[in-house]
C-alpha cells in the first residue's frame, strides 16, 4: 500500500536488469513454497526420450545461427527489407513477424519468435511511440515465453519518416541506431559484434 512499496514491485515487473537470471512470482505465499520446494527436490532420472531432447537441444544451439528477430509494423511494408536482407548477407537468421493468419495465431508466433531468438532489432518506421513502448515490455517479458537465457542484443533501428519524437528519442533498454536519412550499415555494427561475440 505504501508507494516505496509500490515503486518496489512497479521495478521488479519492469526492470530488465533485475529480472535478468531470475523468476518473478506473484502468487499466494503456499505457492511459493510449494515452488521453492520443488527447485529444491532432487531431479528424477532422464529417460531415454529425454535424454534425446536434450540432445537435439544441444544440437539446435550448437548449429552456429545467430537468430535476430526484426519487429516492425505491418505498415511498414517493404521498407524493412534492405536492413533484412543485410543481416542475411551478414550470415544472420532472420526472423521476421507474421501478419497473416487470426491474431491468436500471430500472437503465438510472436512469443515463440521471443522465446528463440539470440538478439531482437525494432524497426521503429511507420508505427507510432506506443507500438515502439508495447514492443519493448514484450521483450522485457520474454522469459515468461519460455527462454533459457537472456536476449543478447536488443537495438531499436530508427527509420524513416522522421519526426520531432523519433529525433528525440532515447532508451538504456536497447541500442539506438538512427537511419532516418537511410539504410547505412555501419551504424549496425556494435549491435552485431555483440551477437557474434555472445
Known amino acids: 500500500e505504501e508507494e516505496k512499496q509500490l515503486q518496489f514491485i512497479d521495478r521488479l515487473q519492469t526492470d530488465v536488469r533485475i529480472q535478468a537470471g531470475a523468476d518473478i ?6 505457492d ?11 531431479e528424477p532420472e532422464a529417460t531415454a526420450a529425454e535424454e534425446r531432447t536434450e540432445a537435439e537441444e544441444a544440437d539446435e544451439e550448437g548449429s552456429g545461427l545467430v537468430r535476430i528477430y526484426m519487429i516492425y509494423d505491418q505498415r511498414d511494408g517493404e521498407a524493412p527489407q534492405p536492413l533484412e536482407d543485410y543481416l542475411f548477407q551478414q550470415g ?3 526472423i521476421v513477424p507474421v501478419f497473416d493468419g487470426d491474431e491468436a495465431q500471430v500472437r503465438r508466433d510472436h512469443e515463440e519468435s521471443l522465446s528463440i531468438c539470440d538478439g531482437v532489432l525494432l524497426y521503429y518506421g511507420t ?3 506506443l507500438w515502439l513502448r508495447r ?4 521483450i522485457q517479458k520474454s522469459a ?3 527462454r533459457k537465457r537472456p536476449i543478447t542484443g536488443k537495438a531499436i533501428v530508427v527509420a524513416p519518416p522522421e519526426s520531432v519524437t523519433k529525433q528525440r528519442f532515447r532508451t538504456h533498454e536497447a541500442l539506438v541506431i538512427n537511419q532516418q536519412t537511410g539504410f547505412d550499415p555501419a551504424p549496425l555494427q556494435p549491435f552485431l559484434s555483440q551477437l557474434r561475440i555472445a
Open 25 to 30: 512470482l506473484q502468487t499466494p505465499l503456499e
Open 92 to 94: 544472420f537468421e532472420v
Open 135 to 138: 514492443k519493448l515490455r514484450e
Open 127 to 129: 508505427a507510432n511511440e
Open 32 to 42: 511459493f513454497k510449494g515452488v521453492v520446494l520443488q527447485r529444491l527436490a532432487p
Open 144 to 146: 515468461a515465453f519460455g
